[in-house]
């Protein structure tokens, strides 16, 4: 260019040069080693930390942290990636145990104190006099009041074994607060709660499957046996399943060795991953029923469903969830951890469950949780009966009455004379609770008289659980599915319920049956 400095254009190009290589260098750092070397997320993240109006929720660790999550996530409902605190609550969680104090509690309102659900049975909430519906106002001399309900669980009610807890408790009908020290030690749940039935009936719940439950499970077995059971009734209603080794081991004890496995776990290429067969059988030949519903899943399908099929039980209830797929943890690589910052891992779904008849127990849902045609899963039961619905505005209302300081007021003064309805039962019948029409009329609800009578029933009986330290396993009164399934163990066993005076009422009752629309 004529009359152009050269030395001047050459100083302006260089300048140019190192602009345009900062600004590679800054891109490259961005999507190499400090970004995901993956443009679209890169791209995503770099907008996001320049112009997200929060900068506080734009650290690269966190904007990493839930892209895996939400990655992962949309592959089905039971794979998940779990960051360092949830996979430290979920190490402790599968081992069954943890050290606290004992007790479930709630908050009815964020800036309310705890209140005590229901304390465990031989734990030392309820050793040292904690009960059912204790407000806990302290915990170390700090208020429950507004601080989060697991903020104060994991901080403070949970800690290391041998170590103690000071709680500030109120209780109905005390002027003033009082103290108690808790010790902190191993939570043991029972998996099982079983009794006899009038007409040497069997019934037990097993509530999961853990690592003790198929020991609790044929101890409870050799007791109902000894006092002389003819036919069980096994409950899993409710069941969220667990070891897929428990489940084995209970189908076994009642089965005969056959042609057919009791359990196919498939993976990803069709093929059969594990095949589990049935051995000889090890209990007598009582006839079964099993309870199940919309919440019985994993475990407890493997178990109803293997027992169905091999034509061992009968099943009573609703049609099962249909959770019929195995995750695997897969630990992280250090890297991994180290930029998180701790431990973490990795959940996938990697095979699903078939039955002995060869039909997958697994519900397979759409990206709108829809069910596919023809993927529709679970266990259906033989018998289908429907547990009692309530419409929304009756469910409220029910609620409303549970909280009412009028019923807890009315079991103090009547709890002496009350004890035999909430053990033996009531019949039924509204009159046979002292005062009741003037108690439901203070109530001025919607509901009905039966509805209240069961909510006066329902806390009767957790009272009663405090007293005797023992949860009632089932209550035959209040249970269409228990008492169909009574009915139907009668009926194998020969046996007429017009001549049993518990089962008497059930003879000639209609039960409501249908689909479940519970989770389905």
């Known amino acids: ?293 919309g919440r019985s899943a994993s475990a407890s399908e493997i178990v109803s469903g293997a027992l169905k099929d091999f034509h061992r039980a009968t099943l009573v209830g609703q049609r099962t969830f249909g959770k019929g797929s195995v995750q695997t943890l897969f630990p992280m690589p250090p890297m991994v951890n180290d930029f998180l910052g701790g431990e973490t891992r990795l959940r996938l779904t990697v095979q699903y469950y078939y039955l002995p008849s060869g039909r997958c127990i697994h519900t397979v849902r759409d990206e709108n949780g829809r069910i596919v045609p023809g993927k529709e899963g679970g266990v259906e039961p033989d018998i289908s009966v429907e547990m009692e619905q309530y419409p929304v505005w009756l469910s409220e209302e029910v609620e409303k009455i549970r909280s009412s300081q009028k019923i807890v007021e009315y079991l103090d003064r009547h709890f002496e004379s009350l004890k035999q309805l909430g053990t033996d039962g009531d019949g039924r019948d509204s009159h046979r609770w002292p005062e009741f029409d003037e108690l439901y009329q203070s109530l001025d609800t919607r509901a009905s008289a039966d509805h209240v009578r069961q909510v006066l029933r329902y806390h009767l009986r957790r009272r009663l659980e405090d007293e005797r330290g023992k949860e009632f396993p089932s209550d035959l009164q209040e249970d269409n599915q228990l008492q169909r399934g009574v009915l139907e163990i009668l009926v194998k066993l020969g046996k007429d319920a017009v001549g049993i005076p518990a089962y008497a009422p059930f003879k000639d009752k209609e039960f409501p049956s249908g689909k479940s629309n519970e989770d389905h």
């Open 1 to 293: 260019m004529p009359g152009a400095d050269t030395a001047k254009i050459l100083r302006e190009r260089e300048t140019r040069i190192r602009e345009l290589e900062a600004q590679v260098e800054g891109v490259s750092r961005s999507r190499g080693a400090g970004g995901t070397g993956n443009p679209v997320l890169d791209e995503v993240m770099q907008k996001i930390q320049e112009h997200y109006v929060e900068e506080s929720k734009t650290r690269k660790k966190d904007l990493v942290l839930n892209a895996v999550k939400g990655m992962v996530r949309s592959l089905d409902d039971f794979s998940s990636f779990f960051d360092v605190r949830e996979t430290a609550r979920f190490l402790n969680d599968i081992k069954g145990e943890y050290f606290g104090i004992g007790a479930q509690v709630s908050k009815l309102s964020e800036l309310g104190p705890l209140e005590v659900l229901k304390p465990i049975y031989g734990g030392g909430a309820y050793q040292a006099g904690i009960r059912t519906g204790d407000k806990i106002l302290e915990v170390d001399g700090v208020s429950t009041e507004d601080r989060p309900l697991e903020d104060i669980i994991e901080k403070q009610l949970k800690g290391p074994e041998g170590t103690s807890v000071k709680l500030k408790v109120l209780r109905r009908g005390w002027e003033r607060p009082q103290d108690f020290t808790v010790p902190r030690r191993i939570i043991e749940v029972p998996s099982v709660l079983y009794e006899l039935l009038p007409g040497k009936l069997g019934y037990l719940r097993l509530i999961n499957f853990g690592d003790k439950s198929a020991d609790e499970f044929e101890h409870a077995l050799d007791d109902l046996e000894k006092q002389g059971m003819e036919g069980l009734l096994l409950d899993l209603r409710y069941n969220p399943g667990g070891k897929f080794e428990v489940a084995v081991r209970i189908v076994d004890l009642f089965v005969e060795e056959k042609s057919q496995p009791i359990v196919i776990r498939r993976g990803r290429e069709g093929t059969d991953d594990l095949v589990t067969e049935a051995t000889a059988g090890q209990r007598p030949n009582y006839p079964m029923v099993i309870l199940i519903n």
